[in-house]
């Protein structure tokens, strides 16, 4: 995995498909930034933090991955990773449906995952530091180039979406006192469906990840 340092960056996200634009022959890569001033969120939503958190956007082609991911869930798949490398590092956080990172009930952090041809592009903001009220932080300190290389050689093991996903059907739970916004609107995750494919049945409606 080849990795691209940048002190700061409007988004990572946004660099990383100029990037890959701008090269001969694809090669999976990672861009990380001390500081984003206008990343990309949900919904067209921005999601920026102060210096010192971690932002970063990565790239991989289809055939890199687990062969039985669903690409609508890749999001879920990718937090979940990430997830099991905190966890791994003694943080308490869990995922939201679908791919926000949560400290007991505050976001610290999300994902963003966009396909483009045969390449799949990832971008993850997380909480380093104090943002403000609304927001909370991860609950351990981390070496940022030891966590971004233990994730990708688990991304490169290609862990498994079955594997994955049983683990995040137990977790599941967590989200069902929280409202996801479904075309405009708030809707309470108190009785969705989660199917085998990380996608939900609320009010009689499949829905996948929201970005």
Known sequence: MKIVKLK?????????????????EFEPVCIVANLQTNGVGSRGNSWSGVEGNLFFSFAFKKEQLTNDLPLQSCSIYFSYLLKIILKNKGSNVWIKWPNDFYIDNKKIGGTITTISNDIVLCGIGLNL????????????????????KDYFNKIKNKTSWKQIFSDFKVEFQNSRKFHVTINNKKKSLEKAILNSDGSINIDKKKVFSLR
């Open 129 to 148: 530091k104090f943002v403000n009220n609304e927001f909370g932080k991860l609950d351990i300190n981390i070496d940022i180039d030891k966590t971004l």
């Open 8 to 24: 700061e960056v409007d988004s990572t996200h946004t660099y990383l498909k100029e990037y890959i634009k701008n090269i001969n």
